[in-house]
């Protein structure tokens, strides 16, 4: 049962202009949620987060966007660099602590190949 | 402020033996989580320590076990390697409240021949 889900393998963008990454989730009692961006071989990089009471979180060239009742969430970058190039991974957790619940165990999606080219 | 750091980067195992990866959580990091990133399952959570004492743990037999120390530093540990769990190992620190965001070291790459 995959509870995060990012349904575009890949993405390929022309500099300069918007990426949108978009991520789907089932669990409802997910209220945080985190992007990622990885290169190969390499740990994921913090980009951004967002939690449940708010619909909009803003980071210089990244934007993200959270619509609880449709249980989705996407990524803007604006604009976009050949810099950007990796794979993106939305994840998401539980803060409520209820019976053990854990603020460290996140949830992560398949992940997003983002390609800018120049 | 210098970030989480795991040791070693890369190991090389046979089937059977044991291997234990070390981290290094971000200073005043309480938190410390482990996750095993493999091509076909992608990105998951294998347990998660705060103050010396397991949290969380995830979908993984017994032969994956972890510990944490009084300094927040964490070790895994996995008895009887398979082929299988030839995989990057990512060791994530936060400060375990609610909101903290959540960080990553390099990883440790294990391969199991």
């Known amino acids: 049962d995959q509870q995060v889900k990012q349904n575009s393998p890949s993405l390929s963008v022309q500099e300069g202009r918007i990426s949108i990454l978009n991520c789907d989730y089932t669990?409802?009692?997910?209220?945080?949620f985190l992007w990622y961006k990885k290169y190969p071989a390499e740990g994921p990089t913090f980009l951004i987060s967002?939690?449940?009471?708010?619909d909009k979180n803003e980071d210089g060239r990244f934007t993200v966007f959270l619509n609880k009742s449709a249980k989705h969430l996407s990524l803007h970058i604006v604009p976009s660099q050949p810099g950007d190039s990796a794979v993106y991974f939305c994840?998401?957790?539980?803060?409520?602590?209820?019976?053990?619940?854990?603020?460290?165990?996140?949830?992560f999606g398949q992940g997003t190949i983002l390609t800018v080219h120049p | 402020k210098a970030g989480v750091t795991q040791t070693p980067r890369y190991l090389i195992k046979t089937r059977g033996q044991q291997v234990t990866l070390s981290c290094s959580p971000i200073s005043g990091h309480r938190s410390v989580s482990w996750y095993q990133q493999t091509p076909g399952q992608g990105l998951q959570f294998l347990f998660e320590y705060f103050s010396e004492t397991q949290r969380n743990k995830g979908n993984f037999p017994g032969r994956f076990s972890g510990r944490q120390f009084s300094n927040s530093r964490s070790e895994m540990n996995v008895s009887t390697l398979e082929l299988g769990d030839s995989a990057l190992y990512l060791c994530a620190s936060s400060l375990g409240g609610p909101g903290a965001s959540v960080h990553f070291g390099p990883g440790t790459r294990l391969t199991v021949l």
């Open positions: 994840a998401a957790s539980r803060r409520v602590n209820a019976g053990g619940t854990s603020y460290g165990k996140l949830t």
């Open positions: 669990n409802s009692m997910f209220d945080y």
């Open positions: 967002i939690s449940s009471i708010k």
